[in-house]
């Protein structure tokens, strides 16, 4: 039986989701037979909760996302976003970025999503990015119009502060936050992570392997073979940072070691630890393009940590090198 989490506004999700950003050539080229393979293994594993944006791949990830609902829609809880205007692996790594907010934009992003998606209604939708132009009770209001006109089952907002979730939430239940949250990007553990817990929302951590560092696969620069590979621009992939970074890989390696684990498998494990800490609910989406990684990860709800094993995690962690991206205007932790 799927082990299963019972996310904000009673949304009850697969414990370990898909993060379908993966499967766009946002880390280099993608096959889509192969894609859809991994989707299906993950259904068949029983991670059923499949995240995706109207962004990723300009629109191509929600129109690859159909070709599995066209059979299986009742297997899937659907996540996907609006907001971010543009593609964001075509804009600079220091560009002020662009997002929308406004209840048209609203509007028309969730048509424009269910017609890719071939769907009629979409389980979770999210406030991608904050359009600080617009106030969030003004972008959630228009969101809960969509709940009412039954195209929308629950709502999410990502990359959000306490303060803004608190806002959000006096409009219209939220049933899950969206951030970035491993052993090496712990900023939402200031406010946003207390927030939700205290709200009764649920925390669904994306990147949660650190773009694929924390697996112990990368060990340079140079492991990037494709330079469309957007994490070539990040702070803590650069030459100097990663070098620093690797200490805490071999940390996660010597706890996988002694649980007989791989890397991914432990952290993983440590993030459900440290949601169970703040006692709040959540699922983590891990992304990949192979249908083994997928097994890999729904199998680290077996690995179980010890308080010392979880107390060196943690200590690695507070060495990480560099921030989690360049311009952090675009995340919570720039206007907290």
Same mark, same amino acid.
């Given at each position: ?39 299906? &293994? $993950?259904? /068949?594993?029983?991670? @059923?909760?499949?995240?995706? %944006? ?7 990830? *929600?129109? +690859? ?25 075509? &804009? $600079?790594? /220091?560009?002020?970025? @662009?997002?929308?907010?406004? %209840? ?7 048509? *424009?999503? +269910? ?26 209001? $228009? ?194």
């Amino acid at each position: 039986m799927t082990e299963t989490v019972t996310l904000g506004d009673d949304l009850t999700v697969s414990a370990v989701g898909f993060g379908a950003m993966a499967l766009t050539p946002v880390y280099g080229g993608v096959d889509d037979a192969e894609s859809l393979q991994t989707l299906h &293994r $993950a259904l /068949d594993l029983g991670v @059923t909760f499949i995240d995706t %944006a109207n962004v990723y791949g300009g629109g191509a990830n *929600e129109r +690859l996302i159909a070709h599995v609902l066209a059979d299986r829609r009742d297997e899937v809880t659907l996540a996907t976003k609006f907001g971010i205007v543009g593609n964001p692996a075509d &804009r $600079a790594p /220091d560009a002020t970025p @662009t997002a929308r907010g406004d %209840a048209a934009y609203v509007r028309q992003c969730i048509d *424009e999503s +269910l017609q890719r998606l071939q769907t009629d209604v979409v389980d979770l939708y999210y406030m991608h990015r904050r359009d600080l132009t617009v106030p969030i009770e003004e972008t959630v209001g $228009a969101m809960a119009e969509l709940v009412a006109a039954g195209k929308v089952r629950h709502l999410g907002l990502s990359e959000v502060t306490g303060d803004e979730l608190r806002a959000a939430v006096a409009v219209h239940p939220i049933a899950a936050v969206q951030s970035e949250w491993s052993i090496w990007s712990r900023d939402v553990e200031n406010q946003v992570v207390p927030t939700a817990a205290e709200l009764g929302i649920g925390f669904v951590p994306y990147s949660p392997l650190g773009r694929g560092f924390l697996t112990g696969t990368l060990t340079s620069v140079s492991d990037f073979t494709e330079s469309s590979d957007f994490r070539r621009n990040m702070p803590r992939f650069s030459d100097e940072a990663l070098a620093k970074n690797l200490a805490v890989v071999e940390v996660i390696r010597s706890v996988a070691e002694e649980r007989e684990a791989t890397a991914a498998q432990v952290a993983l494990a440590w993030l459900r630890y440290r949601a169970d800490d703040f006692g709040v609910a959540s699922a983590p989406i891990p992304g990949t393009r192979r249908a083994a990684r997928v097994q890999e990860n729904f199998d680290s709800l077996d690995v179980a940590l010890s308080d010392a094993q979880l107390a060196r995690l943690d200590a690695a962690a507070a060495t990480v090198s560099g921030t989690r991206i360049a311009n952090l205007a675009w995340v919570s932790a720039g206007r907290e």
